[in-house]
């Protein structure tokens, strides 16, 4: 064991303990422990070697242990600009079996967006015999890395971030008031997290995000991965639960370029600048700087989503030749409940005409009082096999809550709509269902509205293949049962 006062730290939060820190871990072979009594460590030296106060690499077999009430307090930002200079604690391959006990690192208040993230690993994926472009050095793994109960506060950059890991176990991470993600992977695999909290991130609080290009390649400045097709190192393997995410400037939870992804037990609330649950491509050319694959395979179940301004949302941005890397995802959503979103609770949309497909919902309860953007229902445009199977949707006011347009093949098996209003409108309300230029069917279709006026009409249909006679199994997107309450609407679907 390797105590870091053994190397001449001090721990009262004054003095200067960089030359402690750093000397310590240095100390530390294969097999050994860096440990951390109780006392909060001062590290004021700025761009320090191996740009991190604490340095792991070339070991097998070592752990990092604070003691519960111990801390690394940051206090390098560069006093005139207000950036980092160090990341807290850097994990570089070649490194197997590092083990990360309870590690507290907080930096001092007023740091921007800039080099400093808490907890830092990279290793090189191995998805083929291949190197990626343009990497020159030899490959450099990193193996097995467990964090228990450990902690970022208000790192310059991300909380925790890894790239090219293989291996991860995650159990009581707790993230604050980082300037970027809270947690976020890049082409790694196989990780198992239990039990993370974020609150207050500057970016998405969860995200896996793996990039694309048309070979297996390496951003040199960035240190990120990208692959031309989904991988065994696109993300993939991850079992994720119970995850909370509180407040922050994008989304709750970000996958792109992900495979074989399983979360459960998910809430999210607060997030005012995204969705609390994003599932994304992007291909070349289009309107964002990094571009990623659609993500197959994932599966969200027991989420619960409040105060956001988008729920659950999958957006494509494929080229204009559509391919299908960029289109076709594979997204299961279980017993969602999502209440107060301000714009959509649920979004399937693509961004070029092309149609984006993959998203299946099975149980899906909503409540809204939103009257602007989406209205905090459902919006479906330019998409196809979107399945949805009991939806439940509640809202204060008559306003579109379910909106489709240009989609094909829509499957719903259940769909009730709420309206709570109890007084009269004094002008005939907006549809609460609009099915334009679409196709497929709805089993079933309950819509209850005591103050309903008689002139209002639940649903419309364009084009006019159906306006209101006739058996509404034969429209474009064909209704089995419909139930209007109260019976006193003179007609229940119209057309424009």
Request: glycine letters at 12%; a negative charge.
């Amino acid at each position: 064991m390797v105590d870091v006062r053994s190397h001449g730290a001090v721990g009262d939060g004054i003095a200067d303990d960089s030359r402690a820190v750093r000397a310590a871990a240095a100390a530390v072979r294969s097999g050994g422990t860096l440990y951390f009594p109780s006392g909060t460590y001062r590290f004021a030296q700025r761009h320090p070697p191996g740009t991190a106060a604490i340095l792991i690499a070339g070991v097998s077999d070592v752990a990092v242990v604070f003691e519960p009430d111990a801390e690394l307090f940051m206090d390098n930002l560069d006093p005139a600009l207000g950036a980092g200079t160090s990341h807290g604690l850097l994990v570089r391959g070649p490194a197997w079996r590092i083990t990360l006990r309870n590690v507290n690192i907080r930096w001092a208040p007023g740091a921007r967006r800039s080099l400093g993230d808490g907890i830092r690993v990279v290793g090189c994926p191995a998805p083929s015999s291949a190197a990626p472009h343009p990497w020159s050095r030899p490959r450099a793994p990193v193996a097995g890395v467990t964090l228990t109960g450990c902690a970022v506060r208000s790192s310059p950059q991300a909380g925790v971030i890894m790239m090219g890991v293989s291996g991860i176990a995650i159990t009581g991470l707790r993230v604050s008031d980082s300037r970027a993600d809270g947690l976020h992977f890049n082409a790694c695999r196989r990780a198992v997290i239990n039990g993370y909290a974020a609150r207050d991130t500057g970016d998405d609080g969860l995200a896996l995000v793996t990039y694309f290009a048309d070979r297996f390649a390496i951003d040199a400045a960035a240190h990120t991965f990208s692959f031309p097709n989904l991988t065994d190192w696109s993300n993939a393997d991850f079992a994720i639960a119970n995850v909370s995410v509180t407040g922050g400037t994008a989304n709750g939870v970000r996958i792109a370029g992900a495979q074989r992804v399983a979360i459960g037990a998910l809430a999210v609330t607060g997030v005012r600048g995204g969705s609390a649950v994003m599932v994304d491509s992007a291909a070349p050319g289009t309107d964002v700087g990094w571009n990623y694959v659609a993500s197959r395979a994932v599966r969200v179940a027991d989420v619960t989503v409040t105060d956001c301004d988008t729920g659950i949302h999958l957006l494509a941005r494929p080229s204009d030749t559509g391919d299908p890397r960029f289109t076709d995802f594979d997204v299961h959503v279980d017993d969602a409940e999502l209440d107060g979103c301000s714009n959509w609770a649920v979004r399937a949309e693509t961004l070029s005409g092309r149609e984006v497909s993959g998203l299946a919902i099975d149980d899906c309860s909503i409540s809204s009082t939103s009257t602007t953007g989406g209205s905090g229902g459902v919006g479906i445009d330019d998409a196809r096999g979107i399945t949805l199977g009991r939806l439940k949707i509640r809202h204060t006011t008559p306003v579109t809550v379910f909106s489709v347009g240009n989609a094909d093949s829509l499957a719903v098996d259940q769909m009730t709509v709420v309206i709570d209003q109890t007084e009269a409108p004094a002008a005939t309300p907006a549809p609460c269902i609009v099915l334009d230029s679409s196709a497929g069917f709805i089993d079933e279709l309950r819509v209850r509205w005591p103050a309903a006026p008689a002139p209002w009409v639940p649903v419309r249909m364009s084009p006019a293949d159906h306006c209101g006679s006739g058996d509404l199994r034969d429209a474009a997107v064909g209704i089995g049962t419909l139930e209007i309450t109260p019976p006193v609407v003179e007609s229940t679907v119209g057309c424009s």
